[in-house]
């Protein structure tokens, strides 16, 4: 079983660049699809964008495209999400979760962390 924690969550003003990470402890980190979601205050958790597990694939949410980044390290076990541009509307709880399915699939993300807060202010 993989364990996920997530670090590198803060308060920012609009515009400016946060860098998640996410490191996995536990099973071959490379056997799994990794994501992150969000979580913004009254609101259900949201999808953000995936990456495949060898980093050949990723996807993301309308809203971040172009914006927001995954990347991977197999060898450190660790997931990132480069955030750019950030909005107040960007605020949330940050997720990151792992998947032994497709990384396409956010149904099967079932291995979860705690989650880290951003925190942005226009």
């Known amino acids: 079983q993989v364990q996920l924690v997530e670090a590198g969550g803060g308060s920012v003003q609009a515009g400016c660049s946060l860098t998640l990470s996410c490191a996995a402890s536990g099973r071959t980190f490379s056997a799994y699809a990794m994501c992150w979601f969000r979580q913004a205050p009254g609101k259900g958790r949201e999808f953000v964008g995936a990456i495949s597990r060898r980093s050949t694939m990723t996807t993301y949410e309308d809203s971040v495209k172009g914006r927001f980044t995954i990347s991977r390290d197999n060898t450190k076990n660790t997931v990132f999400l480069r955030m750019n541009s950030l909005q107040p509307e960007d605020t949330a709880v940050y997720y990151c979760?792992?998947?032994?399915?497709?990384?396409?699939?956010?149904?099967?993300?079932?291995?979860w962390g705690q989650g880290t807060q951003v925190t942005v202010s226009s």
């Open positions: 979760a792992a998947s032994s399915g497709s990384y396409s699939n956010i149904n099967e993300y079932d291995r």
